[in-house]
């Protein structure tokens, strides 16, 4: 009696395996669709996230280009600290700062 | 091989390699023994095994489909949505971006409670007009009702929990200095195509860079460009002038470093902006520049071998040409030297010398100064300039003074280029020059002439008309200009144009970099602090002290002692241009 002659419970053997393969491969690749579509999911909510975290930084930058306008610190600075731009007499190199530290008087 | 061999392999083995060797040999035995219907099932046994592997395969190819294939065309991740890319200055500082905005509908078919939704909506947004309200919360299906919301007010909104009001993303346009440098940067239309400035001239690049995420860099520096806007903005106020411009250049290079155009408009609000101030005064305007040209005139002469510095002229006497009289604004009734025409601003002397060059002279040269063609800058704003229809001794005599010939500021910034330059005309561009790079360019005037004319311009600022715009240590030049403007068909002797043309440091090796410094004041009224005067050299020329000194650290000029300040008057005709510095 060969493999296909063999009967288990009136059912031929060859049909009962192949029918559990069947089920077993719709089943894996059931879970494997499943498992697969789930990952796509969270894939795409973290690509949603970097999308957004992008369009907030780009925001941000744009509000600090606003915030650190030239025009507008110097408005600021002159209003409330009464700061103007430096006059050249005020202006030194580092080796002219280190002559005038020793020219200045101790104290 | 053999089966009948005796063995000493498991019994489990034995059973399959028996099972096998009679499913092998099962159609030969079958047919040995005549016995059809078993020799039809093998076959079809071996067409199924046929089939089944092909559906394995099919589904090994499927399952590493689902599993491992790329998302990225998938559409369910969103795309990024910007139409245009990030326009930023050379430094990287942020000048124009699309960010993410909301526009906002509402559906009236879904509103629970018409009069909460709109009180909620006109306390939210109360420069909406509540026509528009009421005529979206009337209708019968979903209506736009406004957009660009930025997602503060978005998010505020959406707290209120308001049925049938929805949100929808949206691209905007966004410009965070608002007018700072609005009229170089330009503007777009809503669907995202430039329609002035960089946003016209860069258009496809911007696009393009879009895709790629990268932002495109423009050659002004921020720091410059807030300086000579502060700088113009308070003299054009004090000035009550017309308009003014201002413009800061890399001779070398041709970048442009700042431009400012007064008045000037918010870029985020540009609706309510006047015709007048959404003129880019610097490229779309054109004046007769006055006695700024006489540094073209002088570089003419000088490079033709028509003078020299040290040939004189007679300016003792006005100078007739046909019905007209030249006359001296600055007259010193005397026998003066190139050199002396120039610091004097002579126009009698420069008229000698144009018409001593002759008309075909000077109009190969102010061709190859630029200036006989819109500045090729790549800007739609850029004018063609107005020239004279013939080219007579009257009009040469008047175009050495800079009358007869109008031209916008971009285009006088070209031309001193390639005189402050070591004689190369290189086009003036808004696109950075990547450090080391050496722009290509033609020649128009010589080396030595290059160095003369900065030797010159050194000279009037420290004691000729250009005085006020001296920044210590700069070492600063310049000319002044004080076009008297024209006004119903005649010259008008107080309506004037005043401007002052620095270049800075005028020493140094001529292909290392330089700076060149345009202010412009259309129509000066005068202040206390001129005396009323409204003249370059008073108006203007302090300005552009001011600018240079402010700007001179961001350009890594450093200050030190100079040569033509420390003794200015040995600095004879014969000297001038003999100084390689």
């Known amino acids: 009696m060969n493999l296909f002659n063999r009967y288990y419970r009136g059912v031929r053997l060859v049909d009962i395996v192949a029918t559990a393969a069947l089920i077993a491969l719709i089943t894996s690749l059931y879970f494997g669709k499943t498992i697969a579509g789930g990952e796509r999911t969270e894939i795409a909510q973290v690509e949603r996230q970097i999308q957004d975290e992008k369009a907030r930084i780009r925001l941000l930058r744009a509000e600090v280009t606003h915030l650190e306008n030239p025009s507008r610190l110097e408005s600021l600075s002159a209003s409330h600290l009464g700061l103007a731009p430096i006059a050249a007499s005020k202006e030194t190199t580092p080796d002219g700062l280190a002559v005038a530290l020793q020219k200045a008087p101790v104290s | ?581």
């Open chain 2, 1 to 581: 091989m053999t089966l009948t061999t005796p063995s000493f392999a498991s019994p489990g083995w034995r059973w399959l390699k028996s099972r096998l060797w009679q499913l092998e040999h099962a159609f030969e035995r079958a047919k040995a023994a005549g016995r059809a219907e078993d020799d039809t099932r093998i076959r079809i046994v071996v067409v199924m095994a046929i089939f089944s592997m092909a559906f394995v395969v099919l589904a090994v190819g499927a399952t590493r489909m689902a599993l491992f294939q790329n998302d990225s065309g998938s559409g369910i991740s969103r795309p990024t949505g910007s139409a245009r890319a990030d326009i930023t200055d050379r430094n990287g500082t942020m000048l124009a971006a699309d960010l993410l905005h909301y526009g906002l509908y509402v559906d009236p078919r879904e509103i629970w409670d018409t009069a909460e939704t709109r009180q909620a909506l006109h306390s939210a947004l109360p420069d909406l007009p509540l026509r528009r309200l009421d005529a979206a919360l009337r209708g019968q299906r979903r209506t736009f009702l406004v957009g660009a919301l930025t997602p503060e007010v978005r998010g505020r909104i959406h707290e209120l929990g308001l049925p049938g009001v929805t949100f929808e993303p949206e691209q905007k346009r966004v410009y965070p200095l608002g007018q700072t440098a609005a009229h170089l940067i330009g503007f777009t239309d809503t669907g995202g195509v430039g329609l002035s400035g960089a946003e016209w001239a860069l258009n496809d690049p911007v696009r393009a860079a879009a895709g790629q995420g990268q932002a495109v860099p423009l050659s002004i520096d921020l720091r410059v460009q807030a300086a000579l806007e502060d700088e113009l903005f308070k003299t054009a106020t004090a000035q009550r002038v017309k308009g003014a411009v201002g413009l800061v250049t890399n001779v070398r290079t041709g970048e442009i470093l700042g431009m400012a155009s007064y008045p000037a408009f918010d870029l985020n609000d540009r609706g309510k902006a006047t015709p007048d101030a959404l003129t880019n005064r610097a490229a779309a305007s054109r004046y007769e520049m006055g006695s700024t040209f006489k540094v073209f005139t002088v570089a003419l002469g000088l490079d033709s071998g028509t003078a020299t510095l040290a040939s004189t002229f007679d300016t003792s006497k006005p100078y007739n040409i046909g019905g007209r009289v030249v006359h001296d604004y600055h007259a010193e009734n005397k026998v003066m030297s190139v050199a002396d025409i120039f610091i004097h601003s002579s126009n009698i002397g420069t008229t000698l010398l144009a018409t001593q060059a002759g008309a075909p002279v000077v109009q190969k040269y102010f061709k190859a100064f630029g200036l006989m063609e819109a500045s090729p800058v790549g800007l739609i704003e850029s004018a063609k300039p107005g020239l004279p229809s013939r080219w007579d001794e009257n009009t040469v005599a008047s175009t050495s003074f800079g009358h007869a010939i109008s031209v916008s500021p971009l285009a006088l910034a070209g031309g001193m280029g390639s005189i402050l330059n070591g004689g190369t005309f290189v086009p003036l561009t808004i696109r950075p020059v990547k450090p080391g790079e050496v722009p290509k360019g033609r020649r128009v005037v010589s080396e030595e002439t290059s160095r003369a004319m900065l030797d010159l311009m050194r000279v009037n600022v420290v004691r000729g008309t250009g005085g006020k715009a001296d920044a210590p240590g700069l070492r600063v030049g310049g000319k002044t200009g004080s076009a008297e403007k024209v006004i119903d068909g005649r010259y008008a002797r107080t309506t004037l144009l005043s401007s002052f043309a620095a270049v800075f440091p005028t020493d140094g090796p001529l292909e290392s970099d330089r700076y060149f410094v345009l202010i412009l004041m259309d129509e000066p009224q005068g202040t206390p602090e001129t005396f009323g005067l409204k003249t370059g050299g008073w108006v203007a020329a302090p300005a552009a002290g001011r600018v240079i000194d402010r700007i001179a650290p961001f350009l890594k000029v450093e200050r030190r002692p100079d040569v033509v300040a420390a003794d200015p008057k040995a600095f004879t005709p014969e000297h001038l241009g003999a100084n390689e510095r």
